[in-house]
């Protein structure tokens, strides 16, 4: 009997089609709006972009630079047929090569990677964040490239943790405090959902990379110590019993 | 070499068209040639893309395609046996589709003449709404309930003859 791969889904729920396009950045504003607004009531939307999110990291991990036929050798076409899978064999082993030597001799830098990736399992606190360029939308990642006007709004699940400050420093020891922008922290309720807060950041003009820190307490974090321990350069790591999420962003003049 | 935008569109278009490829054709070997083919048709002949206003849609119509082609061609079949006899199953959780139940789908898109295998794969392996087909496919929302009628029947009576 023929079936659908996901016989669950009801006339407003979000398409893969629909998920790639706000992740391509296709989307225009209102409906991306839409489906922004879809997503934090429907958990089974939430699950498939979560699923959609994890294959696609997983298959951009492999992805090889795009070469096209005959540019390697000037030949016109030397590799027709040829698999990709096959053509970058090569490349699969010198990465697995370079990951062995980097869990000999670089352990701290692995310990550093695992410690900046953004999304964690179920049950740590997470950090997201979306940008709206013109009009529109799309969800940011780590390292995304931003532009001088974007605006970000953070998200967070904050699991068993009730405030969360957010806080930002540039490559020239610039820092910035991205949440709260009022006067004080406001307590959250601790559950795995994707939070929006409310506030928005527009970027201004200065081009430089820049590296966010998300702080979950579940107290209200002293917000002047966070600023003065970034201000010190070293970053955000040793927060006593809070929880940081961190990533980076990449910030290069409007085309 | 690519200029740099086009290395930009491939590296955010190439992970959802290998992840469809995939989910059609059951194996990451086919579905690593499809992007090759897709993106490297892209490249020599965008063109192709300019009356389209999304490259999504473009992506999704052009994959589905060339999906299509090696279902029909039995290259993914023979591929299929392959990976069965020497290769680790693909995790079961990425796959839209049991074995068995693409192994059924193949076979009756073998059968079907266009655009009734087309709008097949976009319902019942992209679980696109009929709106969504239509747009993708050019045609009305009620022209592509009449084609998937036609695909429930087809189905019904491979069944009878299995």
């Known amino acids: 009997m023929l079936k659908r791969s996901r016989p669950e889904l009801s006339d407003g729920c979000i398409s893969d089609l629909m998920l790639d396009q706000l992740r391509a950045e296709e989307m225009p504003a209102r409906a991306a709006a839409a489906v922004l ?13 979560l699923t959609l999110d994890r294959q696609t990291g997983e298959i951009a991990a492999q992805l090889p630079a795009f070469v096209p036929r005959g540019a390697a050798t000037g030949r016109t076409d030397p590799s027709r ?15 697995m090569v370079a990951a062995c030597a980097l869990l000999v001799a670089w352990p701290d830098a692995l310990e550093d990677s695992a410690r900046r990736y953004v999304t964690r399992s179920k049950g740590s606190p997470s950090l997201y964040f979306y940008v709206k360029r013109g009009d529109h939308v799309f ?6 490239k931003v532009m001088p006007g974007d605006q970000l709004r953070f998200l967070v699940t904050p699991q ?45 003009d200065v081009l430089s990379d820049e590296t966010i820190y998300a702080v979950f307490c579940s107290h209200p974090p002293a917000i002047d110590q966070l600023q003065a321990q970034l201000a010190r350069g070293g970053g955000l790591h040793d927060t006593g019993d809070c929880d940081v999420r961190q990533l980076s962003l990449h910030k290069v003049a409007q085309p | 070499m690519p200029d740099a935008s086009f290395e930009t569109l491939y590296r955010v278009h190439a992970p959802s068209v290998q992840r469809r490829a995939r989910a059609m054709l059951g194996n990451d070997a086919d579905a690593w040639e499809v992007v090759q083919d897709v993106f490297m048709s892209l490249y020599e002949r965008p063109g192709q893309f300019s009356e389209l206003s999304q490259l999504s849609t473009f992506l999704y119509s052009v994959t589905t395609h060339a999906c299509l082609n090696r279902i029909r061609n039995g290259r993914t079949r023979l591929r299929l046996l392959e990976a069965r006899a020497h290769e680790a199953p693909m995790p079961a959780k990425d796959m839209p589709l049991d074995p068995e139940s693409l192994s059924l789908l193949h076979d009756m898109l073998r059968r079907l ?45 491979l069944e009878a003859t299995c």
Not at chain 1, 81 to 95: E, I, Y
Not at chain 2, 122 to 151: M, P, Q, T
């Open chain 1, 37 to 49: 607004a879809h997503l934090q009531t429907c958990p089974r939307c939430q699950e498939r972009k």
């Open chain 1, 160 to 204: 068993s943790y009730t405030y969360v400050a957010i806080l930002g420093r540039t490559a020239d020891a610039r820092t910035s405090l991205y949440y709260p922008q009022r006067d004080a922290v406001q307590a959250m309720d601790p559950h795995g959902v994707r939070t929006p807060l409310d506030a928005a950041s527009e970027l201004d």
């Open chain 2, 113 to 157: 003449p266009e655009p009734l295998s087309t709008v097949t794969l976009y319902y019942y392996v992209d679980d696109l709404s009929h709106d969504e087909i239509a747009r993708l496919v050019g045609c009305s929302r009620k022209h592509v309930g009449n084609l998937l009628d036609r695909v429930a029947e087809t189905a019904r009576s």
């Open chain 1, 139 to 144: 969800e940011g990642a780590d390292g995304q």
């Open chain 1, 81 to 95: 047929g040829r698999s990709f899978a096959r053509s970058h064999r090569g490349w699969l082993s010198a990465v």
